[in-house]
């Protein structure tokens, strides 16, 4: 079971980024998808997160209105649209899957999910 992530790289301040997610070994269409990330000397932290059906999603404050996140289930996969980038995005962007029923209240812990991806590089320059 392996999640891929991908699509990070170098972008200017108000920039915009597609992270994917490509998830193999088994099928993730029943779990929430998430993303997480983090900055060197700071813990790991919730970024968004996605119902297994698509219909709900649910963002850190510091990038509601910015970024986007989907899925599309019949290819496995999970992305991360960010749009507006500010040099504090800046971080190594993890993707993550969640074998548990949607709870908005502890979407945001990582201990929660199950399986995770190896992370993408983003780097924001002001």
């Known amino acids: 079971v392996q999640l891929q992530a991908s699509g990070g790289g170098l972008v200017q301040v108000g920039g915009s980024l597609r992270l994917s997610c490509a998830a193999s070994?088994?099928?993730?269409?029943?779990?929430?998808r998430g993303w997480f990330r983090q900055s060197p000397g700071k813990e790991r932290e919730f970024v968004a997160a996605?119902?297994?059906?698509?219909?709900?999603?649910y963002y850190a404050n510091s990038v509601k209105g910015r970024f986007t996140i989907s899925r599309d289930n019949a290819k496995n996969m999970v992305y991360l649209q960010m749009n507006s980038l500010k040099p504090e995005d800046t971080a190594v962007y993890y993707c993550?899957?969640?074998?548990?029923?949607?709870?908005?209240?502890?979407?945001?812990?990582?201990?929660?999910?199950?399986?995770w991806g190896q992370g993408t590089q983003v780097t924001v320059s002001s």
């Open positions: 070994g088994r099928t993730f269409s029943t779990y929430t």
């Open positions: 993550a899957a969640d074998r548990r029923s949607w709870a908005v209240g502890v979407l945001s812990e990582a201990q929660r999910y199950d399986y």
């Open positions: 996605i119902r297994w059906s698509g219909g709900s999603a």
